[in-house]
């Protein structure tokens, strides 16, 4: 599959690798057009094949292009934002693995940052959690009324009495979340991108507000006035 992230400009100084369309457009209905963000471009590690492998290995494949990149050389800094998923620890491996792989420096923890060529830094979301997705950070930073998280909640309680057991939790989040923008009336076909524009979630929650938070440590990790 061609990669749809397009080349990196001279001017973006930080990028910041994010898993999946879904980062990225949620990212992006934030720093887009706000000064404090300028220099900063979002990259979406999904986009490129093959897909990642083992969660304890490094992501395989998957920043070639970006390293190959002819702007990859103006960055002066790099973050990835993934995923706890399952295991924390293995998705801080994987990401580990992935810089030490391409030769680059290698945090020791999330939100620090590793100087190199470029620094480097990572994010595991949520962020106070040992498992979990972007959508439980999402809930927990829900702007709606609280009936609206109330209402999801039965909505997936009814799917799992009468459909069959949903055991995992990061599914149990993806459902709970879309059930709530399918109760907008007259938004209901909107994706995560276009509820965080709508101002569903509240991004000065701490849930959320740490990817903000990440994103400038790496700016000014990288000089950015």
Request: net charge negative.
């Amino acid at each position: 599959m061609a990669s749809k992230n397009r080349p990196i400009g001279d001017d973006e100084h930080v990028v910041i690798a994010v898993e999946g369309r879904d980062y990225l457009f949620t990212l992006l209905s934030q720093v887009r057009d706000r000064s404090e963000f300028s220099g900063v471009r979002l990259w979406d590690f999904k986009d490129e094949a093959p897909p990642f492998g083992n969660a304890g290995g490094p992501l395989a494949g998957n920043f070639d292009l970006l390293m190959q990149d002819a702007g990859f050389e103006h960055i002066r800094a790099l973050g990835i934002i993934r995923d706890a998923e399952e295991n924390r620890e293995a998705q801080e491996d994987s990401v580990k693995g992935t810089f030490a792989r391409y030769s680059l420096a290698v945090p020791t923890r999330q939100m620090a940052v590793a100087d190199g060529a470029p620094n480097t830094g990572f994010l595991i979301m949520p962020h106070d959690r040992q498992s979990g997705c972007l959508e439980h950070a999402l809930l927990a930073a829900c702007a709606l009324d609280p009936k609206r998280l109330e209402c999801a909640s039965a909505y997936f309680e009814c799917i799992a009495n009468n459909c069959g057991a949903i055991t995992n939790p990061n599914h149990q989040a993806k459902i709970k979340i879309h059930a709530i923008i399918a109760g907008d009336a007259g938004k209901s076909a909107r994706t995560l991108g276009d509820s965080a524009s709508a101002g569903m979630w509240d991004f000065n929650a701490p849930s959320l507000k740490v990817m903000l938070d990440f994103i400038r440590i790496m700016r000014r990790s990288a000089g950015i006035q």
